[in-house]
Structures are given as C-alpha cells and as structure tokens.
C-alpha cells in the first residue's frame, strides 16, 4: 500500500527531479510534487506546508543551505533533506546546524525512500513532542496563574519548613517581596508563642493531609494578624499550605457575639423593666410625698435624701440599660445642638469636680440635628462624668461644637451613614489618656478600667448606641498622658427647631394648680396604684380606680360622680390591656382624654398601638410632681397632646449619669 506525500522539490535540473520522484515511488510513496528553484517561490510554496522538503545544496539562483535556514525560521517543523554529490562532511554538519534533518549524497539515491520515511516519522514524533510540552506550559501556566492570583496565600515549603516558593497574595500579606519570601523559614511569619508549635504541626502535615488550623502570624513591619491555615503534603515530599486572612472573619464574629449578647441584655432588661420601675416609682413617689413632712436638716430628711438618690440612680441605670439594648422609648426631635448645651450648662457644671475648669464653645451657627434631646442630654452627661474620672487630680475640660462636611472616605472609616453635612460636638479633656489596647475596646459592653464599684462599663457603650440612633457616628482621639478628645457627627438636618423654649418653661414651672376634676385611674400593680392615687387626691382630683381594663370599663359604666374627664392608665394589663379599654371608652365617651403610662419598653408598648403621633405617655418610673404635671396640662389642654410625651422624656431624663 503506498503512502501519500506532499513534496516540494528545491532543484535547478528538471530530469533530476523526476529521478527523486521515482526513486521514492519504488520506495512505496504516492508523491504530489511542486519543483522550484528561487528563494521567492521557495517562499511561496513553504506557505502551504509540504510534507517533506528535498533540496539541492547548490543552484545557480538558490542554495539548498539558504532554503533549510529558511525552513528552520518559519517554526512549521518540516522535514528537510538536504542531497549533494561531492560536499563531504563538513557541510553535512553545517546543513544541519541551518535546519536540515538529513543529508544525502547524491550517488547514494537508492537510500532516499528510508531516508524519507525516516525523516517524516522524526517529525511527527518531534511534533508529538512538541505538542505535549505546548499543553504541559499551557497546564503550568494555567496553575501558576491560579497559584499567583488565588486570594488567599499559597505557599510551598521543604520538609523543613523552608519556603521555595510563594504567591503573590501571601507576599503581599505579609510584607515581603518573592526574593525575601522564598528566603524564609516558617519561624520567621509567626507570632513568637507559635514558634514552638511549628515542629508538631510540620509532623501533622506529613502525616495527614488534611490538617487545619488558626494560626497567629507576624507581618514584616512587626504588626500581628489571624489566619486560617489548610495544609497538605505533596508527592514529592515537600508540603503546600494554604493561608486565609481571617481578621475580617473575626472581627464579625465578635460583633455578632456583642450582638447576641446585647440581644440577651435587651431581653432581660425588657423582662425586669417593667416590675423594676413599679418599684421605684413607689419608692420616689412616696419619698417625694413624705420629704415636706420631714423636719429640715433632720436625720430623717438626709436618710430619705439617700434613699431618692440610689433610687434616682436605679433608675438612670435601668434606663441606659434599655437603651443601650434598644429597648428605650425614643421620640427625636428637631434639635439646636447649641441650645441643648447652653440648657445644660448648669447641669453639666455640678458633675465635675472643682479643680476642673470646663470651658463651652458653642458655635451660635451650629446647624439643627434630628435626635432625643434626652438621650443629647445623657450623651453628654456620660462624656462629662467620663472625662472628669480621667482628671482626679483637676485640668481643663472644653465642650465645642461646628458645622463640618465629611466626604466618603471619612464616613466610610467612621461608619457614618454618608458623606455630607453634619454638626460636630467635640469634648476635650486634659486626662491621663488611653492606650490602644484600650481604645480597642472602648465602646465594648461592660468594659471599664475604673476600680470594682465605680464604673459599669455602660456609659460609653451607650454613647455610641445613642450616636448610631441618630445616624451619626463617633470617634476618640487620645493619647496616654496628653487627654483625650471624643469627636460626635450628627447628621445635619434643614427643618427648623421644635420648640425646646416651651419644655424649659414648663419643667421650671410652679407646682400645678390644684383641681377638682374626676379622673379614672387603671393600674394593675396595687402599690402603683396606690401610690398614683394618694397622689391625685392629695392635688383634690376625684380619683376611682380599677386594676384591669375590664374593670375599668364597669366603673366608667356605673360612675354617678359626674363626667370622667382623664383616664390614666397601664398599657399592659391582664384580661384587657389599655389599650383596649382606651378605644371602648373613646368610642362611648367622645372627647375623653387618655394618659398611658407604662414601665414595659419601648417593643412591647409598640405591639399593644401606644407609640403613634397624638399619643400622651407618662414612662414610668414617674414621680409624683410629673404626674401631677401631665394631669393638670392635659385638663387644662395647655399644650399639645403630641407634645407632652416628649415633654417628659426631658423631665425624667434629668437623673444622676450613671457611672461610665
């Protein structure tokens, strides 16, 4: 069976050619032959890839050594024979230093068919080879690509630990460029308390492979960071480890860890809230009741000075509780930052501590923020009463406030909602300052490096979640030994002020004038119940009262003491709620007036229809003067409805800041 062949003849003798061509149809070939004597149609017919290329090494217009050399530099891999009749070896080897495959003398022609046959197998196994080395750099540029930009870090090491080789990204996390990298040995990326575990986990690697493990690694500049390492060994002995930055990872876990363990907080404090404020509603309520009767300066008006004021810090703490947990009724308003402040300023002033000079600043064009005026005004109280701890021995404490303009990158740093406009409130003091580590965990729930006794760990925690609720966010600078300064951004707003001029004058009012009027007092707890209503007659108020919704409905139902013109009532109660009852009296009684007051937060009053616009809230625990406020302002309707609740959370906010 003869074999097809695509030839191309380089020859100047045309009966020559026809010699070559026979010759290989003996030699069992089916040859299809193009003959040519010029370099130009050399070129030509190279370009449509004979099978083997047969060339005379010398010609009149071309030599054979020109067309090999030419063959060698186009890259197509073809065969080629060189044939001469007097060159001797010396030019065989030069022929083949220019391309050639074979050479041939011309009076040993009978040899061209094994020649050819020779030739073209050589070439299809150079081409084979060819092939599989093309695919082997493809595969091994593929990985490699992989291997440099894969993510996480790759390394490979020794059985020693030494490393030869690394991607970029591990190069990039910890410092070091390639040359430096493949230098190192394991002990010198890790922290050194892991020195000592590197030889037991070079054993486990060996030994398994699917060893795991977080590691603590150390950077070139020193700086330290967790990473998660997955590592194998290899066939050729030497292991392959994979290095995960898990900073990030981490630093989520924690926050979803604070956030469940706020979660807890909130839930527990929303669970004692409710009876914890009863209680100290009784306990400030019948202080206050029993404080006129006492004798001046008598031992008995100091111990029921006592007794009001761990109550009133009782109170300040469950409240910050609730807030920090988000369980706290909030009800923002338009505020004037610098107005807060100045309404403070005596406030402020009795915090601090005589050898401390405090200095207010306040920018008279300070734009308006949207925000609790209580909860600005616990903000600051927390920071004075932090900033005065940080001064045992005195210096000086400056509260100022501006306009500022943040850009992306600030906000972003800072958790800001945004770039933009907003009123920043600095406060400075002179104090001892903070190390990292503890700015680190500043803001953590509980944390606190004040002695056992002095300090919650709260108040700053609570600073933040106050900041976050307005949208804003907060930021300290500070160094051990040079004071600190804490730097708050609130949103910036263009509505104009409510009218914080109207609170003022009401919370510095004269006691209310006393009235006559028929109100229905609905309250579950006795004592509470009690308490409100030796309070209401003590002001000459026709009281009924009832313990649930249900029975407030009957005595509003059989009352023949004239029209009740008040309801005061609990928000949750058994049987029926307040709520309930509020709708059921409203609709039989248009016009009736209805006071909530409740201890529960701010979820649970939400649930029971409460917290909406036009709603009056007396928050519990409420003492005795703000009750009898709320009722004569509501009687007499001196100010709005959806006034009053913001009123008294202004009023009662007005406690002792619970110790930072």
């Known amino acids: 069976m003869t074999t097809p062949l695509n030839m191309l003849i380089v020859e100047d003798s045309q009966d020559y050619a026809d010699l070559l061509v026979r010759e290989l149809r003996r030699a069992d070939f089916d040859p299809q032959w193009k003959r040519v004597e010029t370099e130009p149609d050399f070129l030509a017919e190279l370009k449509k890839l004979p099978d083997i290329i047969l060339a005379d090494y010398s010609m009149p217009q071309f030599s054979g050594l020109r067309a090999a050399q030419l063959t060698k530099e186009s890259g197509l891999g073809i065969p080629f024979i060189l044939i001469s009749g007097t060159v001797g070896e010396d030019v065989a080897v030069e022929a083949m230093k220019h391309g050639a495959t074979d050479f041939l003398l011309k009076d040993r022609i009978a040899r061209l068919g094994p020649a050819v046959r020779h030739a073209l197998q050589e070439a299809e196994e150079h081409r084979e080879h060819n092939r599989v080395e093309d695919e082997r750099r493809t595969v091994e540029a593929r990985y490699r690509t992989l291997f440099d930009y894969a993510p996480d870090g790759i390394v490979i090491a020794n059985p020693n630990g030494y490393y030869t080789d690394g991607n970029a990204s591990i190069c990039r996390l910890l410092g070091y460029t390639h040359a430096e990298f493949i230098r190192l040995h394991s002990s010198n990326i890790v922290v050194e308390a892991e020195i000592q575990n590197i030889a037991p986990a070079l054993i486990a690697i060996k030994a398994r492979a699917d060893y795991h493990r977080e590691w603590q690694f150390k950077r070139k ?99 910050q509780l609730l807030l920090f947990s988000r369980k706290q009724a909030v009800q923002p308003a338009v505020l004037n930052l610098h107005e807060v402040i100045e309404g403070m300023d005596k406030m402020l002033r009795r915090l601090i501590d005589e050898n401390v000079e405090l200095t207010i600043v306040p920018d008279k064009e300070t734009g308006r923020i949207k925000a609790d005026s209580g909860l600005i005004g616990q903000l600051l109280m927390n920071l004075i009463v932090n900033a005065r701890d940080a001064m045992p021995n005195g210096g000086k404490l400056k509260i100022e406030t501006a306009n500022i303009t943040l850009d992306e990158k600030f906000s972003h740093a800072h958790a800001c909602t945004g770039a933009g406009d907003y009123v920043m409130l600095a406060i400075t003091d002179t104090g001892s300052g903070m190390t990292d580590e503890v700015k680190a965990r500043l803001f953590e729930a509980f944390f606190t490096t004040k002695p056992k006794g002095k300090g919650t760990g709260l108040g700053l925690a609570t600073c933040q979640t106050i900041v976050k609720q307005c949208g804003g966010c907060i930021e300290v600078q500070s160094e051990l030994g040079k004071g600190t300064t804490f730097k708050i951004y609130f949103p910036r707003v263009e509505q104009p002020a409510d009218a914080l001029d109207m609170f003022k004058k009401l919370d510095a009012a004269k006691p209310p004038a006393r009235g006559t009027e028929t109100v229905l007092l609905v309250e579950d707890e006795p004592s509470v119940r009690h308490l409100a209503c030796s309070i209401l007659e003590a002001q000459g108020y026709n009281v009924l009262r009832a313990g649930n919704g249900q029975e407030g409905l009957r005595v509003a139902r059989d009352c023949k003491n004239g029209p009740i013109r008040l309801v005061i009532t609990d928000v949750i109660m058994p049987l029926m709620s307040g709520a309930v009852m509020a709708e059921w009296l409203k609709a039989t009684y248009p016009g009736l007036k209805i006071l909530f007051t409740s201890g529960y937060t701010d979820d649970a009053i939400v649930e029971h229809g409460v917290l909406e616009p036009g709603v009056a809230f007396l928050p519990k625990p409420y003492t005795p003067a703000a009750l009898a406020r709320k009722v004569r302002a509501m009687l007499d309707g001196e100010i709005e409805t959806s006034l009053l609740r913001k009123l008294d959370v202004t009023i009662t906010s007005k406690l002792p800041a619970v110790q930072v």
């Open 221 to 319: 500049d020193g700086s330290v960071f967790s990473a998660e390492v997955m590592a194998t060994a290899m066939p050729d002995g030497n292991l392959m480890a994979m290095i995960r930055d898990i900073t990030a990872r981490k630093k989520l876990q924690a926050q979803f860890i604070e956030a469940q363990k706020m979660e807890v907080i909130g839930h527990l404090a929303s669970g004692i809230a409710h009876d914890f404020n009863n209680i100290l509603g009784v306990i400030i309520g019948y202080n206050d009741m029993m404080m006129p009767e006492l004798a001046p300066d008598s031992l008995s008006q100091k111990c029921a000075g006592e007794i009001r004021l761990a109550a009133e810090r009782a109170a300040a703490l469950t409240r």
